[in-house]
């Protein structure tokens, strides 16, 4: 996908679902985050935690990073010839105590794998972008994904 003509980006994701590094046409960024990710499993609708996580990019750190999740609705969702069982996770990052970023993963815990994106969910805005390619690596539970350019 380009994103606002930066290029496309490969995401490595925990779980399929929680972005741990990113390599793309306008750079590479990493996140270590301090404490379990697998805590916020097994997922249910309502479910919500709170992860703190150092943002490492070569720039400051004093800032205060954390990723609120909610898994918010369960619901089917058609990719190709089949339906899958998914769970709307909203994403929170906030920087210093102040929201910096939002959207809602499409997380299949079946496939253990974020089918798609949406942005401004719930608006006359809203955007579902879904992925081009989903690669497991190995018998870990880290996902690479890619998403498709435009």
């Known amino acids: 996908m380009d994103f606002n003509g930066a290029g496309s980006q490969k995401q490595f994701l925990y779980r399929g679902l929680i972005g741990l590094a990113s390599l793309g046409d306008d750079g590479n960024n990493s996140q270590y985050f301090l404490s379990d990710l697998e805590s916020f499993w097994p997922l249910k609708v309502g479910?919500?935690?709170?992860?703190?996580?150092?943002?490492?990019?070569?720039?400051?750190?004093?800032?205060?990073?954390?990723?609120?999740?909610?898994?918010?609705?369960?619901?089917?969702?058609?990719?190709?010839?089949?339906?899958?069982?998914?769970l709307y996770v909203s994403f929170d990052i906030r920087k210093n105590g102040k929201s910096d970023q939002k959207w809602t993963a499409v997380y299949s815990p079946d496939l253990q794998v974020t089918l798609a994106t949406i942005d401004d969910e719930g608006t006359e805005d809203e955007t579902m972008v879904a992925y081009d390619v989903i690669e497991p690596l190995g018998t870990g539970r880290a996902t690479s994904v890619e998403r498709p350019e435009e």
């Open 47 to 86: 479910a919500r935690r709170s992860f703190e996580f150092l943002l490492l990019d070569g720039g400051e750190t004093d800032d205060k990073w954390s990723l609120d999740l909610t898994v918010t609705k369960q619901r089917a969702f058609p990719m190709r010839f089949c339906n899958y069982l998914v």
